[in-house]
């Protein structure tokens, strides 16, 4: 208030009086946004696909800059979103998919080992929490999507506080998400729309006879969304 800067820029000066301070021009390579998701199943997907969704229509009205990196462990999941891109094609992005290992090296090519403005994290265990950690840059944002019942996290406050970084997570206001959800849906049924084939969403619908094997099967990593009919 003494300065007549906003914070944090009044703290450099504590002067009596108000200063203009000079401020660097925002480059170029600041303005580029860059987001990763961690956790490419089916949860992971649908996100990826909305986001991307989104950030073509802020490119094309506002001319937003963004580089977005798909991470998952498992290769039958990035090759899945591979063919999604493919299918959807969203030529407005720069899309990279990878692995846990090449994920790092990619954000720190891109930022300049700064990190991520913001990190979507949809698997539900403490080791993407803690990759998410790894990746997000100081002041940027972790959306943690996945449901966490191992306690406990594998950060503490302090560390939130120590790289001023935002943590959000908690159930999905789902009143406030289903028109955005509907749209996506419904402009997206190349993906959402099909079932068993190469970039459907939906991989198989079975009778509840095979719930468990289907179960199974997930748990392992050998088959994405399997939908249940209970009249088959």
């Known amino acids: 208030m003494i300065s007549g800067s906003p ?4 703290s450099f000066n504590p002067v009596g009086e108000a200063k203009v301070i000079a401020l660097a021009p925002l480059s170029q390579a600041d303005a580029v946004l860059t987001i990763a998701i961690v956790g490419l199943g ?3 997907i649908c996100a990826a696909v909305s986001l991307l969704d989104m950030l073509a229509d802020l490119k094309k009205s ?3 800059e963004h580089r977005v990196v798909a991470v998952d462990p498992l290769e039958s999941r990035r090759d899945k979103m591979q063919r999604i891109l ?4 969203i030529k407005e992005s720069t899309v990279m998919v990878t692995d846990i290992p090449s994920s790092k090296k990619i954000v720190d090519e891109w930022t300049g080992s700064i990190g991520c403005n913001a990190v979507l994290e949809v698997v ?3 080791s ?3 990759l998410s950690y790894e990746l997000v840059r100081p002041y940027g944002v972790i959306s943690s999507v ?7 996290l594998p950060f503490t406050g302090r560390d939130m506080y120590n790289k001023n970084v935002s943590f959000d997570f908690g159930r999905c206001p789902v009143r406030a998400m289903l028109p955005i959800a509907s749209r996506i849906l419904l402009k997206r049924q190349d993906v959402f729309g099909g079932v068993g084939e190469e970039a459907s969403l939906i991989e198989k619908v079975v009778g509840l006879d095979d719930a468990a094997e289907s179960y199974a099967l997930f748990d392992k990593g050998k088959t994405g969304k399997v939908l249940f009919n209970p009249w088959l």
Request: hydrophobic share 25%; glycine share 14%.
């Open 7 to 10: 914070y944090p820029f009044s």
């Open 42 to 44: 089916p949860v992971g």
């Open 62 to 64: 506002k001319g937003l």
């Open 86 to 89: 493919s299918k959807i094609n």
């Open 124 to 126: 539900g265990n403490n």
């Open 128 to 130: 993407a929490l803690t």
């Open 146 to 152: 996945g449901v966490h019942q191992e306690p406990p």
